[in-house]
């Protein structure tokens, strides 16, 4: 039975028909919103490739069910900025090249971004312990340290 | 007077020398002229297979090698903006297509600059070459009073833009190996720091990979593996996914399982609960013993990968011998998005879209399995996850395919779980290594021999799960056929880089490897250079000479030590044996060395590894890697230095960490808690020195930095414990144990 969920994605009211209320956000914003910021990765909560800013703070979108969500204010990697007006931090990600593939990118800036907003200046063990659980495969992670510096420089 | 037309039909013609007439063009084109455009050649011998350039002066390249998010996008549009004198977003770059680019072969092994880069090189040389001829033919001057520079070509106070000359046209020229290349030392675009084409987008959620590739009318897919590798499929219940909302369709083909969805979280939900009955399979060897077991593994021939002077009798007549068995973990691929492949069938027509390195082989695979003819399969390829190696894309490209045609050529987008991942990608097969030396009485080492015990095979096509399930019968996964007739990758660096007078150096092919195998980064490569670089310092430590000293005495190629004497300064290196004095503190530090000529790109590489290690706790934590590289001629030096960077840092993380876990049936690390990779707390700092020769040829950036990190990292924990580690990866237990048995 089809059921209408209300989000607020990217600072815009959307309504969309799910099968599963319980359904995780991930698959509503990659499905439906046909987002491409989130991504799958491991479905388990353990990679971070899927984060989104919730109220702020960075949630995995792969084990957050709709139901969690309501009233709350959803931001993608595509709410950050764009490549024409990137965010601060998406900027100094480009600026580092810290990037490979590119797939964990999204993780990453969510919670450089999250981690920026409450700590201005991180020393390099800070932004380690808060990327912790962001996992990268191609081994960006020095560029990857260097881009949330730069970004807290620029602030 | 010759003069070159512009039309859309435009050819310029040469027979050696150069002759372009409209009659020619018109001749074999004219009953194409009244048709739609002609099919593109993929001709690889052709410059049109690779290039193209339009009315707007577009230059569009097309590439059988493929950027694997290693930033080969960017390397090649500088190759050609370079050869043709073009600003690079004049170039756009179309990769992996089998309806539009040439079969390259499959993107691996660090050779798509090396070769894949220079074959385009060639070809927009040989274009760069004819148009000039052209334009000086047309301006009355000798080629050599032209310049050329953002595709105009100017000379005798006129000037021409390519587009103006070929727009649109084709080139209808062989590759000319001796159309000059233009000088390195007037290079504006390599060799430099261009910035990566793709990055703006992938870091602001605009760039669509394939995971987020999707086709009108796509339907989703997800499949149920077996419960063991080899299991037969015995029953299936479909009442069980009855009520899961948007199943269409439980597929079953032999022992291939599958749901299709009009959701994915619908395929999800139906593969989750689907309830289906297997067979017993237990054909895995047991994990405890393995290494006993690829031991006693029937060898089917040898291969002696070097030989020099006599080393049997060397080794007999050697007043001091030394011995070693290395041996190196089963690894999975691990990228951090799973496989995806999109695959749709229209009027028998297959298309299938993936990350695929390899979309010429794969199509030939999918025409096999789904027995249609080979014109009938168009592959096409869209950057996916980081790839390093043969992983689960081909695969997924393969259940796609089934469930396409279970659904009537709909189109079905499959997506592998973790676990499908985890479990079920290729593995990096377990290896084994002997090695023998002979040191006489003034401490010269006189000879070297080793063994590698290897699967036989090396660079074939890896058979698709579906078409193996698919067939039926309880899946044999130990003994499958693979391509035949390529050198076995397994078998590289075997032979060692240096100068002794006796070596010899043989690869054992075995008839049987526990799992499915394919290559992952820098196969055989490392896990040989593993053996062979810590052999070294085993002799080093025996005959109590300094580890970089005793290669540098070893190694004639001016190249080679050049590069190790840059390493000695960079890293700081102390002249000493190693183990270093034994101040017996918990927490102890050390260094090592690895170095590698590699094959089959001649990189050079050498490395440092600076450790601690915790004699309570077995562990090691990699602080610093020194990294010396050189790879002829650098194309983009930060794209090397991100290759260099990625590779030290993933190998850090298969030497420490990864082993895959099974059962008698199964792998049981099907997750990142149980097949645990490198984090941001545990990553070395890597400190590079780049040595560019703009006029020797570019050389593969990546790999050959992997090959040297493990014998590294085991040196250093003997310089800091005086301990051997041989057996990757070096866990905590493997640590206390060694230190326990010295």
């Not at chain 2, 693979?482 to 032979?495: D, E, L, Q, R």
């Not at chain 2, 240096?498 to 394919?518: C, G």
């Not at chain 2, 194309?635 to 260099?644: E, H, L, S, T």
Request: with cysteine; net charge neutral; glycine share 8%.
């Amino acid at each position: 039975m089809p059921t209408s969920v209300s989000l607020d994605v990217n600072g815009r009211a959307v309504t969309i028909e799910v099968d599963d209320p319980g359904m995780p956000l991930l698959y509503a914003l990659r499905d439906n919103l046909e987002l491409k910021g989130p991504r799958f990765g491991c479905g388990l909560g353990q990679c971070g490739t899927c984060a989104v800013l919730l109220d702020g703070e960075p949630v995995l979108s792969c084990e957050t069910p709709l139901t969690k969500v309501a009233n709350k204010k959803v931001v993608t990697l595509e709410g950050l900025g764009s490549p024409e007006q990137p965010s601060p931090v998406q900027r100094a990600f480009i600026d580092e090249q810290a990037a490979q593939c590119g797939y964990c990118l999204n993780g990453m800036i969510i919670h450089a971004t999250a981690l920026l907003a409450k700590t201005k200046n991180p020393t390099v063990p800070e932004i380690k312990k808060a990327l912790a659980d962001n996992l990268c495969r191609c081994g960006t992670h020095l560029r990857i340290i260097r881009a949330v510096q730069r970004a807290a420089r620029n602030a | 007077m010759l003069d070159f037309v512009s039309t859309r039909r435009g050819i310029l013609k040469t027979g050696g020398a150069l002759v372009v007439t409209f009659a020619l063009a018109a001749k074999p084109y004219s009953a194409l002229a009244q048709s739609s455009a002609p099919k593109k050649t993929v001709a690889s011998d052709e410059v049109d297979g690779f290039l193209s350039i339009g009315t707007d002066g577009q230059v569009t390249v097309y590439s059988g090698k493929v950027d694997l998010g290693t930033g080969l996008r960017t390397a090649l549009t500088q190759i050609v903006a370079e050869e043709l004198d073009v600003p690079i977003d004049r170039v756009r770059l179309i990769q992996g297509d089998t309806a539009l680019t040439p079969d390259q072969g499959v993107t691996a092994a660090s050779l798509s600059i090396q070769k894949g880069g220079m074959q385009i090189r060639q070809a927009a040389a040989t274009a760069r070459k004819a148009l000039a001829e052209i334009a000086a033919k047309r301006f009355g001057v000798a080629t050599t009073e032209l310049r050329i520079e953002d595709g105009m070509i100017k000379g005798n106070g006129m000037s021409v833009s390519y587009a103006g000359l070929i727009g649109d046209g084709t080139f209808s020229l062989k590759i000319d190996n001796n159309a000059p290349t233009k000088n390195p030392a007037t290079y504006k675009v390599v060799g430099k720091s261009v910035a990566r084409l793709d990055i703006p987008e992938k870091a602001t959620g605009r760039f669509s990979f394939m995971h987020d590739f999707r086709v009108a009318g796509m339907l989703y897919g997800r499949v149920v593996r077996p419960l063991a590798i080899g299991a037969s499929l015995e029953s299936v219940d479909e009442s069980s996914v009855s009520g899961v909302p948007g199943l269409l369709k439980v597929v079953r083909e032999g022992n291939f399982l599958g749901v299709v969805a009009t959701t994915e979280w619908g395929a999800i939900q139906a593969a989750r609960t689907l309830k289906a009955t297997w067979s017993n399979w237990e054909g895995l060897p047991d994990r405890a013993h393995l290494w006993d077991y690829v031991r006693a593994t029937r060898i089917k021939s040898d291969v002696v990968t070097s030989n020099v002077g006599d080393s049997a009798k060397a080794l007999s007549d050697a007043p001091k011998r030394i011995s070693a068995t290395y041996d190196f973990a089963v690894q999975t691929h691990g990228s951090i998005g799973p496989s995806c492949a999109v695959v749709e069938i229209k009027d028998g027509r297959i298309t299938c879209w993936s990350a695929s390195q390899a979309t010429q082989s794969l199509r030939r695979q999918l025409a096999a399995m789904m027995d249609v003819p080979l014109d009938d399969v168009h592959c096409l390829y869209i950057e996916g996850s980081g790839c390093y190696g043969r992983n689960g894309h081909e695969d997924a490209a393969g259940d796609a395919a089934l469930l396409s045609r279970a659904m009537g050529g709909r189109p079905v987008r499959v997506q592998w779980m973790r676990a499908d991942e985890h479990g079920w990608d290729p593995k990096g097969p377990p290896t084994l290594v002997d090695l023998r030396a002979g040191v006489d009485a003034e401490g010269r080492i006189t000879a070297w021999e080793s063994d590698f015990f290897i699967p036989e095979d090396g660079f074939g096509p890896v058979p698709l799960i579906a078409a193996t399930l698919a067939a039926g019968a309880p899946s044999a996964p130990i003994t499958q056929p693979y391509g035949h007739g390529s050198p076995n990758v397994m078998a590289t660096n075997s032979a060692i880089p240096y100068n002794l007078p006796n070596i010899k150096t043989v690869a054992h092919l075995l008839a049987e490897t526990p799992f499915r195998w394919s290559w992952i980064r820098s196969p055989g490569r490392m896990q040989n250079a593993f053996a062979n670089e810590c052999f070294v310092d085993e002799l080093a430590a025996f005959i109590g000479a300094d580890p970089l000293d005793l290669r540098l005495g070893h190694l004639k190629d001016p190249r080679g030590a050049d590069l190790l004497r840059r390493l000695a300064t960079l890293a700081r290196w102390k002249n000493r044996p190693s183990p270093r004095s034994p101040a017996q503190s918990d927490v102890m530090v050390g260094r090592g060395i690895g170095f590698a000529k590699d094959f089959p790109s001649p990189t050079y590489v050498g490395a440092v590894a600076e450790i601690e290690v915790d004699r309570r706790s077995g562990e090691i934590r990699v602080q610093r890697f020194f990294v010396v590289h050189d790879c002829g001629q650098i194309i983009n030096p930060d794209g090397v230095r991100n290759q260099i960077e990625g590779n030290i840092i993933q190998t850090v993380s298969r030497t420490l960490k990864e082993e895959v876990l099974f059962d008698r049936s199964a792998v049981t690390s099907l997750h990142w808690a149980t097949y645990p990779i490198l984090t941001f707390p545990e990553v070395p700092d890597v400190i590079i020195e780049l040595i560019d020769r703009p006029t020797e040829t570019p050389s593969g950036a990546g790999e050959p930095a992997a090959a040297v990190v493990p014998a590294a990292i085991s040196n250093a924990v003997f310089d800091a414990l005086g301990v051997r580690l041989r057996s990757v990866p070096f866990t905590p237990a493997k640590v206390l144990a060694a230190i326990e048995g010295h």
